[in-house]
């Protein structure tokens, strides 16, 4: 299985600072005949399902704003929120799906400093 | 507009089998481009992809090796449904569980998912 390990646990960033979060998987998430990377970004709030923030590593899904944003390849990846939002306090989880079992990061928690 | 709509108890005893279906609208369970996926969350065991339905001509099911030999999964085409069920069950297997849609011709994240569904292990 292709380990997810994301850094840190928590974090606690100020309102309209930047935040960082990583990922780094136990083996290449690219997939070399079509040069994509099969990472995804989550975002939970409480008492919520995941939803899809970014895929292949670096595309924003429809409605998410733009202030996110994705990026690396291989094995380690970045999400950036770019100028943090009172709204953006959730726990975001990073996903492999290059290869069943799908796997996700461990989540970090993202708090207001 | 994709809706994934769970359903199921919330309580189950020991040894008995879980089973929690969810009901799909704005897409269709018997697409050739989607698959339907399970997955649970808990604070021991984090984000875990249980398995996957989809029809490809015929239908196919993908189990994690985890769970493979207590979980069978189903569909329902005239419901426009699947469903989860986990044979015995123990208190491990408390989670809030969740079904989630992958297009596979499109950007095969998990971008919808049903609301959850809280499912106990007790006595």
């Known amino acids: 299985d292709i380990v997810m390990t994301q850094s840190p646990d928590s974090l606690a960033v100020s309102l309209g600072e930047r935040a960082t979060i990583n990922c780094k998987s136990s083996?290449?998430?690219?997939?070399?005949?079509?040069?994509?990377?099969?990472l995804a970004w989550y975002q939970q709030k409480p008492g919520q399902p995941p939803k899809l923030l970014i895929y292949?590593?670096?595309t924003r899904e429809s409605g998410v704003p733009d202030r996110f944003s994705g990026s690396g390849s291989g094995t380690d990846f970045i999400l950036t929120i770019s100028s943090l939002q009172a709204e953006d306090l959730a726990v975001y989880f990073c996903?492999?799906?290059?290869?069943?079992?799908?796997?996700f990061g461990q989540g970090t928690t993202l708090e207001i400093k | 507009q994709v809706q994934l709509q769970q359903s199921g108890p919330g309580l189950v005893k020991p040894s008995q089998t879980l089973s929690v279906t969810c009901t799909i609208s704005?897409?269709?369970?018997?697409?050739?481009?989607?698959?339907w996926n399970w997955i649970r969350q808990s604070p021991s065991r984090g984000l875990e992809w249980l398995g996957r339905t989809y029809y490809r001509s015929k239908w196919f099911n993908d189990y994690a090796v985890s769970v493979k030999s207590r979980i069978t999964m189903n569909t329902d085409t005239s419901k426009n449904q699947f469903s989860l069920h986990l044979n015995s069950v123990t208190p491990e297997d408390t989670a809030v569980y969740y079904c989630?849609?992958?297009?596979?011709?499109?950007?095969?994240?998990?971008?919808?998912w049903g609301q959850g569904t809280l499912v106990t292990v007790s006595s």
């Open positions: 996903q492999q799906y290059y290869a069943t079992p799908y796997t």
């Open positions: 083996q290449s998430v690219l997939y070399s005949s079509n040069n994509k990377n099969y």
């Open positions: 989630a849609r992958v297009v596979s011709t499109g950007n095969q994240a998990f971008d919808h």
């Open positions: 704005g897409d269709s369970v018997s697409s050739n481009s989607a698959t």
């Open positions: 292949w590593a670096s």
